[in-house]
């Protein structure tokens, strides 16, 4: 399994790109510059089969209708709750001072914990994690030991709660019951800044208190 992890707009959002040995991709949360991942898809000649999508806020589906027009691909996720953000993407670009982007939707709500989405030879489970966005959900390849936690767990810290529909305890509980179920070693590939790995997290986070 590969992984590219390409830092988009303002936002420095970890755009993910991943594929087998056979070049069948997805990308995991397009937050803007379509071009530039347009690019690298097409130069890796990457066969790219889904969107997938962790929450609906704008710095991590800002490119994802332009990429699903590009590649006549689906886009995948997040949880139906957050239907509420697609709805806003307007009033989301605006109150950052970005360039508008229009409603769109995913062609499939993952509303089933439990779930697996397949890309190649690669098996994603997805989590529903709530409290960063109520709808917000995990992709975890428990096979090749890495998990896509969006915005809920990172390098010592976790995700902000005070967007509309946020709520602390709710994410808090997603990180222990869910994400900290996981095994020690399994790779944590955040929204935002370096990697990291669970047990690190359940020793050193301080935002987490078992």
Not at 5 to 9: A, D, F, G, Y
Not at 40 to 45: G, K, L
Not at 70 to 78: K, L, N, S, T, Y
Not at 103 to 111: A, E, G, I, K, N
């Given at each position: 399994m590969h992984v590219e992890?390409?830092?988009?707009?303002a936002f420095q959002q970890n755009c993910s790109i991943i594929w087998d040995e056979q070049k069948n991709a997805a990308i995991i949360d397009p937050g803007?510059?379509?071009e530039k991942l347009i690019?690298?898809?097409?130069?890796?000649?990457?066969q790219l089969e889904k969107i997938l999508l962790t929450h609906g806020h704008l710095d991590h589906v800002g490119a994802a209708d332009r990429l699903k027009q590009?590649?006549?691909?689906?886009?995948?996720?997040?949880n139906s709750a957050?239907?509420?953000?697609f709805d806003s993407l307007p009033a989301q670009s605006q109150r950052f001072?970005?360039?508008?982007?229009?409603?769109?939707?995913?062609?499939?709500?993952?509303?089933k914990e439990g779930q697996i989405i397949t890309v190649g030879d690669m098996n994603f489970e997805?989590?529903?994690?709530?409290?960063?966005?109520?709808?917000?959900?995990?992709?975890i390849e428990q096979q090749k030991n890495i998990a896509f936690s969006g915005d809920v767990l990172f390098y010592n810290s976790v995700g902000r709660t005070d967007f509309p529909r946020g709520n602390h305890q709710q994410l808090l509980s997603s990180i222990r019951q869910?994400?900290?179920?996981?095994?020690?070693?399994?790779?944590?590939?955040a929204g935002h800044g370096p990697a990291t790995k669970i047990g690190l997290e359940k020793q050193n986070n301080p935002f987490i208190k078992n």
């Open positions: 992890i390409l830092p988009v707009t803007g510059e379509a690019e690298f898809i097409e130069t890796q000649q990457l590009h590649f006549q691909v689906e886009i995948w996720g997040p957050d239907q509420f953000l001072g970005l360039a508008e982007i229009a409603v769109f939707y995913p062609d499939h709500w993952l509303d997805i989590l529903h994690l709530p409290g960063h966005t109520p709808g917000h959900i995990g992709f869910k994400l900290f179920k996981l095994n020690d070693e399994m790779i944590v590939i």
